[in-house]
């Protein structure tokens, strides 16, 4: 069965250099999440979108921005990067169905700022 | 503040014993309940999910079990395997909140051959 696929899969950057992180959901998935995981942590949500809007907003810093395109696939901006922002960073899909609805994760793009 | 609680942190059990895994949450106004499974430096796997209306869900060896007035759930894995080795995380998603998962921290599982 297709999964979440993200890419870059390891990306290293400088401090105040910038990323892009890419998310292609499951097919026939209508919505996209991103959650963020430090070393060690367990994930916090960041931020979601349903048909392309964005839906939901959590812990996300100023500095971060994300879309999510006609074709379904989303993608998350990092702007000035600081070292704490080095983590582990999930995107999920999952078609909304009511309580039955289930979360599908991704493999994660770890990101290291040097 | 809705928070998701996983005690004990970490667990080692020989190899065929059967074992409980616990979550607790703070709000029992939940949507429905995830058990996730993480191996090191890899992503999540969904395990089973509870709706808010239901006691328990069963996969294979694993059965999970949601109990909202106590704010409890609990994930029971039978004749246990050294490939269980994993961290396993309960994560909530409360009727208040979104669609958003939040997570408990997680037990570390060993299972020793």
């Known amino acids: 069965a297709a999964g979440v696929i993200q890419s870059p899969r390891h990306l290293i950057k400088e401090k105040r250099e910038t990323a892009t992180l890419k998310c292609y959901p499951i097919?026939?998935?209508?919505?996209v999440y991103w959650y963020q995981q430090g070393p060690g942590q367990d994930p916090q949500f960041l931020i979601s979108?349903?048909?392309?809007?964005?839906?939901d907003k959590g812990s996300i810093p100023d500095r971060f921005s994300a879309q999510q395109f006609s074709d379904y696939h989303s993608e998350l901006n990092m702007s000035s990067l600081e070292l704490g922002d080095s983590a582990l960073y999930f995107c999920?899909?999952?078609?909304?169905?009511?309580?039955?609805?289930?979360?599908?994760f991704g493999p994660g793009t770890r990101l290291l700022v040097l | 503040k809705q928070e998701v609680t996983q005690i004990p942190a970490a667990l080692s059990v020989p190899e065929g014993e059967n074992l409980v895994l616990n979550c607790s949450f703070t709000?029992?106004?939940?949507?429905?309940l995830q058990w996730f499974r993480q191996d090191p430096g890899k992503g999540l796997t969904s395990l089973l999910l509870?709706?808010?209306?239901?006691r328990e869900q069963t996969s294979g060896r694993l059965n999970a079990s949601l109990d909202k007035s106590s704010g409890r759930s609990t994930l029971y894995i039978a004749a246990s395997q050294p490939g269980d080795s994993a961290t396993y995380l309960c994560?909530?998603?409360?009727?208040?909140?979104?669609?958003?998962?939040?997570f408990g921290e997680g037990t570390q599982l060993t299972v020793n051959p």
């Open positions: 709000d029992s106004a939940i949507y429905n």
């Open positions: 999920a899909s999952s078609h909304r169905q009511g309580r039955g609805e289930t979360q599908y």
């Open positions: 979108f349903y048909e392309k809007m964005q839906s």
């Open positions: 097919p026939r998935h209508d919505t």
């Open positions: 994560a909530v998603r409360w009727e208040t909140s979104g669609s958003r998962l939040t």
């Open positions: 509870i709706q808010s209306s239901q």
